[in-house]
């Protein structure tokens, strides 16, 4: 299976965002858990449900783009629980494009357990209001689907600057489901946003094809010169040889270790899609935490918690 494209959607949408619960999301956290949760954390998960009536799909999607037909919280727990993954950041999945609501009422349901990565329209003027409403409610980052043609006309979108600009001052990350072919625009965009956190997911879809491009690699090695940001270690079945154990990502892994330092690489599952034979959500924590030996036990504990509680909890 392949990583998800850009979804094919149109730009109008009546639905940003659901409204926000007027008891502060952290104050409910606070509440919800007696004790702060520790252990790996699952930077990246797609959650979904079959209730299409409550949560409809977007124009340009049919019930057949939503395979499998449902993956909820509980089918989710039931994967990373016995791994001992017990916080996991949601990813808004693009066939919900920006109606936000099935990640939210997650988080509501979950608040020690869920931060939300959402989607916004942000040719919209209330896109960054949208940003600054959201937070409060666990979103702390968005999605931005990084093609070499978007990414370039982010380099003079107003519109999308706001965000970055946006970014910088809530600390909500810009999360890209980036194309290798996009990292140069992305580069010149971190260059006039450096306080923005960034965090490059998949690896930049590097290995998609089966093999790793050195050059591509290099381009991604150099966007650790800037400290703010972040590159997902993650969906292993997607990448280089698409088998377990996946230890043909060691040498890939190394090098951005090299690059970032461990403080700046975060693993995540991609769930559902780990979890579909003859992938598991066992064989993909055990990359990082059993099969490379060459990550200390401090570099282990980065990229599987540290990393992505300080992006996405801040703490």
Known sequence: MSLHAEPVISRRTLLQASAVSAIPFLLRTRQAAAEPLTGPIDAHVHIWTDDMSAYPLAPGYSTESVKPSRFLPEDLFTACRPEGVNRIVLIQMNFYEYDNRYMLDAIRKFPHVFRGVGIIDESLPTA?????????????????????KNAETWETSTAMQALWKCGAETRQAMCLLANPDALPSIRRL?????????????????????????AELDNLCGLAHFPNVFVKTSAFYALGKKHPPYTDLGPMVRRLRDAYGAERLMWASDCPYQVQAPHSYAESISLIRDRLDFLSAAEKSWILTRTAEKVFWGT
Not at 132 to 146: D, H, I, K, Q
Not at 193 to 212: M, S
């Open 128 to 148: 960054t209001q949208t940003m600054r409403e959201l937070l409060p409610a666990g979103v702390t980052g968005f999605r931005l689907y990084a093609t070499r």
């Open 190 to 214: 971190v260059e006039k946003f450096p306080e923005t956190p960034v965090v490059i997911d998949h690896f930049a879809r590097l290995g998609v094809t089966g093999t790793i491009d050195p």
